[in-house]
């Protein structure tokens, strides 16, 4: 994948993309959704990729959609055209959750809109302090129920707290990202790239079938009965129990050396 719209690198099992629009804090056009997308649906077939990071160039994480490039362009569309975009940045928010690796972003600045639904389908999440978040959709008179929020956000940070940030479209501080729950952590500038590499550099060196059936059972669950989240979960731990790794990680406790997963 070479994608024309923001940069993409692995190096070596890490994957590292970047948001390239600085001069518009990394907004996003048709194009970058669309390549979005593509990306993450193809390096779900890509098992030598073991983890993520997403982050934006300049002083912004993402703004979200275009004003001129998307909103502007939306006027005047008809019914079917203006679903079909609402539903490709859908497919956009599928992709990362259905990516088998775990995405770790690093927002470094301005994290709203759309690039907020962004960190929020990432698995980890680190920020500057002087990051800014929201959920602003009702601020431009659509609904705050946009790629998924309405799904996941109550489940991140509960259900209070959600109904208030996609209702009110307010934005937040980094600080209080991190208390009620939206954050991992926050970090300095300078530290940011390096606690979010370090991060999916460990996650790459970790069992990544058994990684991958962790996220997998995590977005299985968000809609299952107990029951179902119960059996679910035996058939995923029996399944990572047959696989080489199990065995890998035993070996090397007993040897009381650090596992080496293949």
């Known amino acids: 994948m070479k994608p024309k719209t ?5 190096e070596g099992r890490v994957g590292r993309i970047v948001l390239d629009r600085p001069d518009t804090l990394n907004s996003l056009t048709f194009e970058v959704y669309g390549e979005l997308r593509d ?7 890509q098992p030598a990729v073991r983890a993520l990071t997403i982050t934006g160039r300049g002083r912004g994480f993402c703004s979200g959609g275009d004003r001129e490039e998307i909103i502007s362009q939306l006027f005047g569309r008809d019914a079917e055209d203006v679903y079909r975009f609402a539903r490709m940045t859908c497919d956009l928010v599928e992709a990362m959750r259905g990516c088998p690796q775990p995405v770790v972003a690093a927002i470094n600045g301005a994290c709203v809109g759309a690039g907020a639904i962004i960190a929020m389908a990432s698995d980890f999440r680190y ?14 008179g659509i609904s705050g129920a946009d790629m998924g929020a309405t799904f996941l956000l109550p489940r991140i940070v509960g259900w209070t707290k959600a109904t ?3 209702m009110t479209g307010e934005v937040i501080s980094a600080e209080e990202a991190l208390r009620i729950g939206f954050l991992n952590e926050l970090m300095p500038a300078g530290a940011l790239e390096k606690k979010a590499s370090e991060i999916a550099d460990s996650l790459a060196e970790g069992p990544a079938f058994g990684l991958a059936m962790t996220k997998t059972l995590l977005n299985r669950q968000l809609g299952a ?7 679910s979960e035996a058939q995923a731990q029996a399944l990572c129990m047959l696989h080489p790794d199990f065995k890998t990680a035993y070996e090397a406790l007993r040897k009381k050396e650090q596992p080496r997963f293949k």
């Open 164 to 166: 208030q940030l996609l």
């Open 225 to 231: 009965s107990l029951s179902q989240a119960l059996e």
């Open 127 to 140: 920020a500057v302090p002087e990051a800014k978040f929201g959920f602003v959709f009702t601020k431009v």
């Open 39 to 45: 990306l993450f649906r193809w390096l779900a077939t």
């Open 6 to 10: 923001f940069k993409f690198s692995v």
